[in-house]
């Protein structure tokens, strides 16, 4: 395990949808241990467990009713020791989720403000209406609705920028900020390597007031105390362990606020993820239309936070996918005929950056988006919701279907796709119906073939993930953005003490010609996804449908 977060990557795993072991249809910490071997196999250095925390699984385990224990679909307290032992001996550290943003309306604290004990009620925001049925303010909540919920009893509202069971805490109050260091101290003592902060950005709240001229983020998004509370958390627990990783997720964020959150020496966390390059296919800020993606934004924005991240000493997160997105390979590249190049070629570009790449389980495998083609198949309360509101809207259910089945985070939510049987090796075939759909294409996507095949997107995956650990100028270069204007090619250069690294790849479905392409004459190349070279010697480099290829010197 490299303890260098900048020469380590990161997998992800969603337990819920990874392997269930006792055919309950549900994913379990037994699955997860049971796969240890599989992920040490890929040469990652961190898992992220998403929250298996006890919950109601109203927002799949983001509704935390209780810190200090598992809930009982996962598994118990000594499968969590074991996975964090078994990690240790294969030299993979564990990073837990932390939601500090909300708590579920089922945990005690906010069951003790309903009772009306002061001491907890100051735990949440509770404010009055403007008005007999008025609530406080005009915020959206981002899973759709108003952000407040109305207390009869206390004829009052309390905040959720998230599900009406995602009460937002005070971060105000000092005993919630103790009560939260107190949590994390607990699980560093279990051994835990790493901490990842959900939506962390939007813990400190500016004010109560209308957005006259929005959904009210720009009141709660990276407000006036974010970096004194991540300092503060900092210095009372992981500061104090120089091994611990951190990241933040930061929702709407802002760079100028990334390179504190980020920075090498600001004592807050290693590294943020930011989603403004997730967000090329969004009309602005929102995601429920259906609009083509913008290659040269794309390219923009990752250069963006690449090059200024770099000048101000900031460690970026870099990574496609995750929970909550669709899966890259519909997304950017080709489900279809160039399936397996497109798959790879995303791989490379990200994992060649300046930053620390995630890879989301079965992105290693090239899985793709979900088939389904009804809105029960979905699960997810966002996607259900916004269903709803577009038919409010006016638009035909068909028409709303196909919203949901491109942008659901459902899309990355059907179970890991182990082998070719029934239920694709996620749960044996005499067990429960899995939770979410098992994705039909398992036959031809799948771990079990992709291991066996030298020439799989695992096998890639693997090089990536090596080839990060072998060449210091992937871990450290600095990077200068190359075919900055070019429509197909995104390509870029890193340098590092006297060594080059050169990235290439076109994002399309047809051939391209790099017309100021660099002279890789006596480079050597590394990975790509043709076997021949690219290189056609004039100058000029021609690239196949998807073809991706790196150069080292
Ligand atoms: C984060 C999580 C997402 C969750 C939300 C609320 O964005 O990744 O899955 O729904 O926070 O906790
Ligand atoms: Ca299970």
Redesign the pocket.
Known sequence: MSTDFRKSTVYQIYPKSFRDTNGDGLGDLRGVIEKLDYIKELGVDYIWLTPFFVSPQN??G?DVADYYNIDPAYGTMKDVEELIAEGKKRGIGLMFDM?F??VSTSHEWFRKAMEGDPYYKDFFIFRKGKGAGVPPTNWESKFGGNAWEYVEKFDEYYLHL?DVT?ADLNWENENVRKEIQKILKFWMEKGVRGFRF??INLISKACYEDDETGDGRKYYTDGPRIHQYLKEMHDATFGNDEGIVTVG?M?STTMENCYKYAGRDTGELSMVFSFHHLKVDFMGNEKWVLVPADFQKLKDIIFDWQTKMAEHNAWNAVFWC???QPRVVSRFGDEGKYWKESAKMLGTVIHCLRGTPYVYQGEELGMTNTDFTDISQFRDV?SLNHYQILQNKGLSDSDALRIIQIHS?DNGRTPMQWDDTKYAGFSSEDSAEPWIAVNGNHARINASDQLKDEDSIFHYYQKLIAMRKELDVIAYGEIEPLAVKDPCIFAYRRIYNGHELIVAANFYGRECTWRDAPDVTGYERMIGNYTAPANAGDGTMNFRPYETAVWYK
Request: hydrophobic share 20%; charged share 35%.
């Open positions: 927002d799949n983001y939601v943003n909300h998230f995602q959900d939506v997720e929702s995750n929970h909550d966002e985070r």
